[in-house]
């Protein structure tokens, strides 16, 4: 096992993860189980996008399609006339973009219109995904889930769910490497509450350090979850907010290093009092030593 990864290569950029990166959440959708119908106009999309970049944001992605358990999918066309505007205009004001897909021609569309990433919440089964990406030059999330988001809450089950989304995880990285992806564009995502129950994603995120030690950059998304509402009391936005940012906290602290958030300057707070701690600890050791 090696030490969490330092940095992640995006197009011609290298993001330094030494202190940890967030990812702002943006979803020009009607129906994502947080903010759908809030960015569904490109110039108030754009706005928030750029809003988050101010309060701290490394990276905005953008999904035209909603993953929340039970949705139902869109086709290309209705998911690129979602998106493709609001990526275009981010990036002519210098923003970095992510785009959410795991539709081979929504990928390629984006990437055409300039976005820098490509973040697939099926983990590159696709084999034309993988192509798509293979011939670019941007970063790559590969996320764990089982089935679709319209079925994958129906009765999930793990013998032992950290060894089988770290397989999963390893098992996406080496076909994109197999393919000519360099492994530094590559992050990995254990895609917690997507086909999870919640004692699922407490235990995965009690253990990070297992898939952080690959040499991978993890992401984590636990941004206003369905199993921290139901550990906080009244359960609101803001609650899952403050929850959120322990767990970018907590996380940082086990080698996650990408945070995919709504509420960017709440965790952005965090992660600069979690890595903080953590370089402390290190420069400790180093004067033990």
């Known amino acids: 096992m090696s030490a969490p990864a330092t940095s992640w290569h995006v197009d011609d950029a290298e993001i330094d993860l030494g202190a940890g990166a967030l990812v702002g959440v943006l979803n020009v959708t009607p129906d994502s ?6 960015y569904l106009q490109p110039t108030t999309a754009v706005a928030r996008g750029i809003e988050m970049v101010d309060e701290g944001a490394a990276l905005i992605d953008v999904g035209g399609e909603s993953t929340r358990p039970g949705a139902q999918p869109v086709d290309e066309p209705e998911e690129m006339r979602r998106l493709l505007p609001v990526v275009e205009d981010l ?11 795991y539709k081979p021609g929504v990928a390629r569309a984006a990437l055409a219109a300039g976005a820098h990433v490509v973040n697939d919440v099926t983990g590159y089964t696709d084999p034309d995904m993988i192509g798509v990406v293979a011939a670019s030059g941007c970063g790559v999330v590969a996320m764990h889930m089982r089935g679709t988001p319209a079925d ?20 996406a990285a080496m076909r994109l490497e197999a393919a000519g992806v360099d492994r530094r564009r590559i992050a990995i995502d254990p895609g917690i509450g997507f086909a999870k129950r919640a004692e699922h994603s407490l235990t995965l995120l009690s253990q990070l350090e297992r898939l952080s030690g690959h ?36 996380g940082f602290a086990a080698g996650a290093r990408l945070f995919r958030v709504h509420d960017v300057a709440g965790s952005r ?14 420069w400790d050791a180093w004067l033990q030593g």
């Open 33 to 38: 189980f947080s903010d759908g119908g809030d």
């Open 269 to 282: 707070d965090a992660l600069v009092v979690a890595a903080a701690i953590v370089a402390n600890q290190r």
């Open 152 to 171: 994958m809450h129906r009765d999930p089950r793990y013998q032992d769910v950290v060894a089988e989304v770290e397989e999963f995880l390893l098992t």
């Open 215 to 250: 040499g991978y950059p993890v992401m984590i998304g636990t941004s206003r979850k369905g199993f921290l509402g139901s550990l906080v009391a009244g359960d609101t936005r803001e609650s899952r907010d403050r929850a959120t940012a322990v767990t970018t906290a907590l």
């Open 91 to 101: 990036v002519a004001e210098g923003v970095r973009v992510s785009v959410d897909t």
